[in-house]
């Protein structure tokens, strides 16, 4: 069973960078793929960024594709999300999500979810 606790969110003047840690308990973290998803006001939750069990394999949305890079280090236990150019409709609470080995963009193929961070990105 695994337990997940994000932090690293805050507000930022667009351009700038954030980065953002996802805590996870349990032994068994390095079974597991991860991903990050957002969600804004009135929206539903969205793919952002997955991360193979392994880490060799790292798959993104096209809206931050080249700005965004997920990671992991499984003797941490803990996956990030470097966040840079960031824009206005960055804007959302970013949830860190687990997965037992293969990864997805879907919400739903995910089991357990952390509460999220809220990121803010000001004009």
């Known amino acids: 069973q695994v337990q997940l606790v994000e932090s690293g969110g805050g507000l930022v003047q667009a351009g700038g960078s954030l980065r953002l840690s996802c805590a996870a308990s349990?032994?068994?973290?390095?079974?597991?793929?991860m991903g990050w998803f957002l969600q804004a006001p009135g929206k539903k939750r969205e793919f952002v960024a997955a991360?193979?069990?392994?880490?060799?394999?790292?798959y993104y949305a096209d809206s931050v594709k080249g700005r965004f890079t997920i990671s992991r280090d499984n003797a941490k236990n803990t996956v990030y999300l470097q966040m840079n150019s960031l824009k206005p409709e960055d804007t959302a609470v970013y949830y860190c999500?687990?997965?037992?080995?293969?990864?997805?963009?879907?919400?739903?193929?995910?089991?357990?979810w952390g509460q999220g961070t809220q990121v803010t990105v000001s004009s």
């Open positions: 999500a687990a997965k037992p080995y293969s990864g997805s963009s879907y919400v739903q193929e995910y089991d357990y």
């Open positions: 349990g032994r068994t973290f390095s079974s597991y793929a």
């Open positions: 991360i193979s069990w392994s880490g060799g394999n790292t």
